[in-house]
């Protein structure tokens, strides 16, 4: 009796062992995070001596913690709040460094729960915690929460913060209530954006209107055939290219940093000068908060350097203009093939370098080594139709509810959360799933019919490239994500 | 023709009757007694103590509905405002009284209003507003009042310019008070009573909430500082460091209590949030902050057996600047090395 139960246990764990040594030699896995050191953070590596400096008193201003009023010890930056996500940049853009993006507590380099989580409880009175929405987990991405549609049912689209400083010991008296979260989710109203990466980014602001304008129309014909367009997204004051942000919305990194300041962690600020949220009870500093400083905060003088005179919101501007780009590590057999399946500048391989464009190049610059630089973003800036699947219904600037920028993948390698809400990630696939969610239809469309009755594109722009990709063998497919993992 | 000249009438009769409205202000010393009864009345009905600003500030417009032109109930409004609002609610009275002020210009009832609006946050606009109130009314005896309360209050004192302010106002208004300048002070944050709790199991985490209220004390202590330029810079930060020195000091009473209560996770976790805070502390600019959290983290790490963090943090106490801030000092350090340096 006992050997027969061996006989079928033994099977039983033969056939598992083979099942699975099957699965893993066919099915193509994200191989996660790449170990190692982080391939970013630093100073952009030609700089000189006093501009490098600056780039490092400009981080330390980047890892600043912020306070309501900055009298609580160890937070002494000030301005939080009334409604905030967190209360540090570095606190969300924080993998693989100072810099990156959501952070893991037991994957990649920095091995951080959520900040978001923490902040329900940071400096809060006893009793006096708030909620952490449901959309926000330990192990999940950092992420801020739009509404698309206020009560009325017009068109919202605005961060709502997932918290408010009722309840914290340096915000007596105030009293706003959190958003009802429970309710906007229970009526399909949320979505939701995760922190982009900041690495390199002084290189994609310096890149001139011309070069990117040629840079989407090269290719045309190859573009067309596979239903890629792109549009850029622009601003109407100067009627130049925006480039920052999920939906390439912020035309400049210094728009980009004081509006995620204001936006993120309540801090009004010289470029977006008035408080959010600004019940009477709940401010509790003159604003704008972070201004440029008149006055030398270390030395009391009236003059210091850059760092000790800007604005906090310059400061971190600079700090994104004068990173380094991430350091891809490409170079095994796999990753090669990787990268010629993937494309490059001449070689369109399956047709993700069609928008996630390997090569673009600076104008001259102001910072050493930074003038007439190509470096290899894999973005070509543009906004695209990514149909129904990815559609947020939320409109920032021309971009339309289901357009977002290419997102740059330089980095990627380490990242562990993706597109634009987080939704793929280590538990459910990570960047296959990522890739996988780029094609979707609208099934209720007609044959022929460019857009839904939301303003969706009926198809993504990417579901010819994604069919190709679905074409590959395994092992093409594996050899595209380990690429892709040592970006 | 009779139209028209109604007309001529009433543009000439509207400001005479806004100034005859306002007239009786000037020579007023102190509020009539129905006024100050329902003042008092109102205040008290809204005098608890969890009573919010917006609960008190909002019964107020019905008494000046009630007794329009009322300048005691005005300076009641703004008095409410100066000791229990925060910065937002100082921002909107300043508003309220800039857009009255806009609306009747060149009548000193609300330029004087305007103008102590001010007090405390641009004392130094304020007194000149009130010196304009003086060129268009010389008898605004109120006036005369709060530049007394300016030139005699710690940061604007002018011994002169007080007295005679002083003794204008007193000759337009015999017997009338004046009051001194900056009200006085919520008192500090107490941690004294928490010590003999410690180790005292207690359902309600009574000492968490002492602490707390201690903490949430300082804070409302620095509230009634930071936005009055009644204090000096340097006055400012002193206050704040002593809230912080005393953060520092509340956190590790925390730590100890739950260590004695066998709550080592919440004195785990809240040790790594200090140890977090403490990374962040530049100890060359403040070194009296930097010297009470690493003495508190070092005295937490070796009461807690790791030894290794507290000769680390020794290290650290030793190299930094604060430990060559004077004798005392000196003296500590060597106490806190014949007690925690490794053998």
């Known amino acids: 009796m006992g050997a027969v139960k061996f006989t079928r246990a033994a099977c039983l764990v033969s056939l598992c062992l083979l099942l699975g040594l099957t699965e893993s030699a066919q099915a193509q896995v994200d191989p996660g995070p790449r170990p190692g050191p982080a391939g970013a953070g630093g100073t952009f590596p030609t700089l000189n001596a006093q501009e490098t400096a600056f780039f490092n008193a400009v981080r330390e201003t980047f890892q600043e913690v912020d306070s309501v009023s900055g009298g609580i010890a160890g937070e002494d930056g000030h301005g939080l709040g009334p409604t905030f996500n967190a209360n540090s940049c570095a606190a969300c853009h924080a993998q693989p460094d100072v810099g990156g993006t959501s952070p893991h507590p037991r994957l990649g380099q920095v091995l951080r729960r959520n900040p978001e989580v923490d902040m329900a409880t940071l400096d809060r009175q006893p009793g006096q915690a708030q909620t952490v929405p449901s959309f926000v987990q330990a192990d999940g991405p950092v992420r801020e929460a739009r509404f698309i549609r206020n009560p009325d049912g017009t068109k919202d689209g605005g961060v709502h913060g997932l918290y408010t400083i009722a309840g914290r010991i340096d915000a007596p008296g105030c009293n706003l209530a959190q958003p009802d979260f429970a309710t906007q989710l229970a009526n399909q109203n949320v979505i939701f954006r995760i922190p982009t990466p900041v690495f390199g980014l002084g290189l994609i602001e310096n890149v001139p209107d011309l070069a990117l304008q040629a840079n989407l129309q090269s290719n045309h014909a190859l573009k067309e055939s596979l239903g890629i367009k792109g549009r850029f997204n622009t601003t109407g004051n100067d009627g130049t290219i925006t480039r920052f942000g999920w939906k390439a919305q912020n035309k400049s990194l210094l728009i980009f940093s004081t509006e995620a300041y204001n936006v993120e962690q309540g801090v009004s600020n010289e470029g977006f000068p008035n408080e959010r949220s600004a019940v009477a009870g709940c401010v509790f500093n003159p604003t704008p908060e972070d201004s440029t400083h008149i006055v030398n905060p270390v030395t009391g003088g009236d003059t210091g350097t850059a760092s000790d005179m800007s604005a906090d919101g310059v400061a971190f501007a600079a700090f994104m203009r004068l990173t380094a780009p991430p350091t891809p590590t490409t170079s095994t057999a796999s990753e090669l093939h990787g990268k010629a399946l993937f494309g490059t500048a001449p070689n369109p391989g399956i047709g993700c370098v069609l928008c996630h464009s390997d090569r673009l190049t600076t104008a001259s610059s102001p910072f050493t080594g930074m003038g007439g630089f190509t470096f290899r973003p894999f973005t070509d800036v543009a906004i695209h139709n990514m149909g129904p699947g990815l559609a947020d219904f939320v409109n920032q600037g021309v971009a339309g509810p289901d357009e977002f920028r290419t997102a740059p993948l330089w980095g990627v390698g380490q990242r562990i959360f993706f597109l634009h809400d987080g939704r793929a990630g280590p538990g459910n696939g990570g960047l296959l799933k990522a890739i996988l969610e780029h094609q979707s239809s609208d099934p209720h469309c007609a044959p022929g019919q460019q857009f839904n009755g939301d303003g969706v594109a009926c198809r993504s722009e990417a579901n010819a490239v994604i069919d190709r990709f679905k074409g590959l063998s395994a092992s093409d497919q594996q050899d595209i994500l380990n690429f892709l993992r040592s970006l | ?343």
């Open chain 2, 1 to 343: 023709m009779p139209a028209r000249f109604c007309s001529v009438l009433i543009l000439i009769a509207w400001p005479l009757r806004v100034g005859l409205a306002h007239a009786g202000e000037r020579t007023r010393c102190e509020a009539d007694a129905e006024v100050r009864r329902e003042l008092e009345k109102t205040l008290a009905a809204t005098a608890a103590d969890h009573a919010t600003v917006e609960q008190i500030t909002e019964a107020l417009p019905a008494l000046r509905d009630r007794f329009p032109g009322d300048l005691f109930i005005h300076l009641r409004y703004q008095d409410v405002i100066n000791e229990r609002g925060v910065q937002g609610h100082l921002d909107r009275m300043f508003g309220e009284y800039l857009a009255l002020k806009t609306q009747h210009p060149d009548d000193p009832f609300h330029l004087y209003l305007f103008g102590r609006a001010l007090e405390g946050r641009m004392t130094l606009r304020a007194a000149s507003t009130m010196e304009e109130v003086l060129e268009l009314d010389p008898g605004f005896a109120l006036a005369h009042r709060t530049l007394a309360e300016i030139y005699s209050s710690a940061r604007f004192r002018d011994r002169e310019k007080a007295r005679t302010e002083r003794s204008r106002f007193q000759e337009a208004c015999p017997g009338a008070m004046i009051p001194v300048q900056p009200p006085p002070l919520p008192r500090p944050g107490n941690l004294s009573g928490v010590e003999r709790l410690i180790g005292r199991d207690d359902p309600e985490d009574r000492v968490a909430e002492l602490v707390y209220r201690a903490l949430l004390q300082d804070e409302w202590r620095l509230q009634r500082i930071r936005p009055f330029d009644w204090y000096t810079v340097e006055r400012k930060k002193q206050a704040a460091r002593e809230a912080q020195a005393r953060q520092w000091k509340g956190w590790t009473l925390l730590v100890r209590h739950y260590r004695a209560i066998r709550q080592d996770s919440k004195a785990q976790a809240l040790l790594l949030e200090m140890q977090d805070r403490f990374r962040r502390i530049h100890g060359d600019r403040e070194p009296d902050l930097f010297w009470s959290a690493a003495t508190a983290l070092l005295e937490l790490c070796a009461e807690g057996r790791q030894p290794d963090t507290a000769r680390e943090m020794l290290k650290q106490i030793e190299k930094s600047p604060a430990a060559k801030t004077g004798h005392k000092r000196s003296a500590q350090l060597a106490k806190l090395k014949s007690r925690y340096a490794a053998p």
